[in-house]
């Protein structure tokens, strides 16, 4: 398998557009998570989902940030519209829920360097 | 609050020099301890779940241990390709919520 794929890797945008991230999860895993990288506050989890429902939406920052799951190898990441504060490493992770812990055993994707000017 | 410390936030050690990572939590109910290592650029790399205080893991020259109030990394006579930052993250029992602590870089010197 080739592991966790998120596109694009670097993105560069300007205040007010819309900016969407994109992620395929390991095949045969039931759970999907998106988390934010920053130096002032490290890995925060945003939202994750479990066969591709979303469970716990409560990091998710405010209502500029939107995430579907549209189906089992298929998941975005939306932000509209962008601001500078916004600008972070995005990651998204995939779990196979081992013994019905969702969070046991994480596998991260390379991360979406968002830069927004 | 709830919340993870982890101490120091850099490291710098000579190959073969031992020394441990400190996690420190403060968490309302403690459902499991888990330790990443993120290399620069890429996501962090699992290492260990700890469930209970007195627990160990060990993988190669890494050793995790757990208390009530706190998680050591142990590297034993490490090597260059130790060098990373090593996360620590609390899985909180009331609402299955993560949280991660910053991270200390540790480097290795040839």
């Known amino acids: 398998d080739a592991g966790v794929i998120q596109s694009p890797r670097h993105e560069v945008t300007e205040m007010g557009q819309e900016v969407t991230l994109r992620c395929k999860p390991i095949?045969?895993?039931?759970?999907l998570f998106w988390y934010r990288q920053t130096m002032m506050r490290g890995l925060e989890l945003l939202i994750y989902?479990?066969?591709?429902?979303?469970?716990?939406d409560s990091g998710m920052p405010e209502d500029r940030f939107s995430a579907k799951m549209p189906n089992a190898s298929f998941s975005t990441l939306k932000i509209q519209p962008s601001e500078p504060r916004d600008s972070a490493v995005y990651f998204c992770a995939s779990s196979p829920g081992l013994a019905g812990a969702p969070l046991y055993e994480q596998f991260f994707g390379p991360g979406t360097r968002l830069t927004v000017l | 609050e709830d919340q993870v410390t982890q101490s120091p936030e850099a490291l710098r050690l000579q190959e073969g020099e031992s020394s441990s990572l400190n996690c420190s939590y403060t968490?309302?109910?403690?459902?499991?301890l888990f330790w990443y290592r993120q290399d620069p650029g890429k996501g962090p790399e699992f290492l260990f779940t700890?469930?209970?205080a007195g627990e160990e893991k060990e993988k190669e020259r890494l050793k995790a241990t757990l208390t009530k109030k706190e998680s050591f990394l142990h590297i034993t006579a490490p090597k260059p390709e130790d060098s990373a930052t090593y996360l620590c993250?609390?899985?909180?029992?009331?609402?299955?919520?993560?949280?991660f602590g910053k991270g200390t870089r540790l480097h290795i010197l040839p």
């Open positions: 968490v309302s109910g403690l459902r499991g």
């Open positions: 989902f479990n066969n591709n429902v979303p469970i716990d």
């Open positions: 095949s045969g895993h039931d759970y």
């Open positions: 700890l469930y209970s």
């Open positions: 993250a609390v899985l909180r029992n009331r609402d299955d919520k993560i949280i």
